[in-house]
């Protein structure tokens, strides 16, 4: 389910300031990539970086009376797991080396607000909000800082101050002289508005 999206960055160098990985390989990851292409690094210098967005995929809408033990398990079950073992995979290096850290989930808007037959998807962003802020808590001593931001990438094609909104998000969340952590930003036209959000 992993894989890494990247473009050219000002020199091509794995020492760039500030450059991130991304994580995750469904269509809102695809979206963010080409959306802030600055803002990410080559593969060959993924691996190493202390800045990564992380992307979970998330299952089709499903009507709840058609729910099954086998859909839950995909639908709900493994996007938390595999997110759950890309911040590990992520902080553990980190912490064993000593060194700050900067992660930034990103989540499709409307699932996260909720929507008519996509509980289960509603479910994983629910339970993703609520480990993002716990996990703000306590790896903040150790100097890594978890964000979510929940994008409408939709809006952000349709309108280039969206997009803008979105790339001046993310570049001030995973600089490394940047310490916001543990909140939930929402980067869209208004779709939250008077919506109670997870």
Known sequence: ??????????DNSCQTIDAAAIRGDGPTAKAIAALAPELFSEPECS????????????????????WTAAHLAAAVGDPLIWV??????????????????????????????????????GAVCGGILSMARTLS?????????VNVVCVDTGSCYEKPAIAQALRGQLELLLRRDS????????????????????
Not at 1 to 10: D, E, F, G, P, V
Not at 47 to 66: D, H, M, R
């Open 1 to 10: 389910m992993t894989a890494t999206h990247s473009t050219t960055l000002q």
């Open 47 to 66: 691996e190493n970086t202390s800045a990564v967005c992380i992307v979970p995929s998330l299952a089709a809408a499903l009507p709840a009376p058609e």
């Open 84 to 121: 759950v073992h890309e911040v590990q995979s992520v902080i553990v290096p980190l912490i064993e080396a000593g060194k700050p850290g900067r992660i930034v989930i990103i989540l499709p808007a409307e699932e996260a607000l909720g929507r008519a037959g996509d509980a289960a998807a």
């Open 137 to 145: 808590l306590e790896l903040k001593r150790k100097a890594i800082t």
């Open 179 to 198: 310490w916001i952590t543990g909140q939930e930003i929402w980067v869209t036209d208004g779709t939250e508005a008077g919506r109670v959000r997870p």
